[in-house]
């Protein structure tokens, strides 16, 4: 892919929610990651080593813990990833569904707490895959790909970047009629429908620069976050009706 064809790509992760097939065997898991990192770095020593994306980072049980993983792997390991999703119940209403986004910064807490008891520091989190629903069939109102999913990744961006321990951030998932960012045109018979999630992460990533500067409110039915970026001599507000009506605002800049 790098070397043949040239595309670059710097980061890498060997394995995709594995630990359930390994139960109390995550030194097995470690060794198989350690094995992909030395053979990769061989032919490609610019790539970074992604791992090792675990679905219930908090837990001390299920099926072997994060921190035996991570202890396993030290040394090999560049960016350490986790997967998280807010509910499985289809029956909540959108403002349920606000509420539970608090949720998700547990996993990011968890994968802190493993990083500093296995001895790996300085390795950035990222929550590779995140929505509303772990099973997509409840998402029988369509949550995901409307204006409840894009309050939902707003809030959620929002909280991760104040809580300040992840580092990226990743929806799941690009592309679907359920869970994409991008929805199918039967009249294109293509991808090519960006849904409000969409517009929320292109607006992050193209404003979301700089350094978090404090803003109000934070809760309630209008949330806030701000941005000040002095190289483009930028500021950036963001703003969050999460409530079901129209919302007045009055804007002001302390600074």
């Known amino acids: ?21 390994y139960p109390n065997d995550v030194e097995t898991l470690a060794e198989i990651f350690n094995r ?25 049980t299920y099926p072997g813990t994060l921190g035996d993983f991570l202890a396993g792997v030290k040394g090999n390991l560049d960016v350490c990833s986790y997967h998280q999703y807010s509910t499985g119940d289809g029956s ?37 895959e995140h929505n509303i629903y772990w099973n997509w069939e409840a998402d029988y109102n369509g949550r995901m790909t409307d204006e409840t999913g894009g309050v939902f990744d707003a809030l ?31 009249s294109s018979w293509t991808y090519d429908v960006l849904n409000p999630g969409a517009h929320v ?14 803003s109000s409110p934070t809760s309630g039915n209008v949330q806030s976050l701000a941005f000040k970026d002095t190289s483009r001599n930028l500021v950036t ?17 302390s600074s």
């Not at 892919?1 to 097939?21: M, T």
């Not at 490609?44 to 675990?54: L, P, T």
């Not at 994968?111 to 001895?119: F, I, N, Q, T």
């Not at 992460?201 to 404090?214: A, E």
Request: with cysteine; aromatic share 12%; net charge neutral.
């Open 36 to 60: 992909c990192a030395q053979k990769m770095k061989a032919k490609d020593s610019s790539i970074k080593m992604v791992g090792g994306a675990w679905t219930q980072p908090w837990s001390p």
């Open 92 to 128: 909540l209403s959108p403002s349920e569904i606000y509420d539970r986004v608090d949720n998700l910064l547990g996993g990011a807490d968890a994968v802190k707490d493993r990083l500093a008891e296995s001895g790996v520091v300085s390795v950035p989190i990222w929550l590779g």
């Open 201 to 214: 992460y292109s607006l992050f990533n193209r404003f979301g620069t700089g350094q978090l500067v404090q």
């Open 156 to 186: 959620l961006l929002t909280k991760l970047l104040r809580h300040g321990k992840v580092d990226a951030a990743f929806s799941w998932i690009d592309a679907d009629t359920r869970y994409g960012k991008i929805s199918y045109s039967y």
């Open 1 to 21: 892919v790098n070397n043949q064809q040239g595309h670059g790509v710097k980061y890498w992760e060997p394995f995709n929610e594995v630990e359930s097939k």
């Open 237 to 253: 507000f963001v703003l969050i009706n999460r409530s079901d009506n129209a919302q007045t605002v009055y804007l002001g800049d």
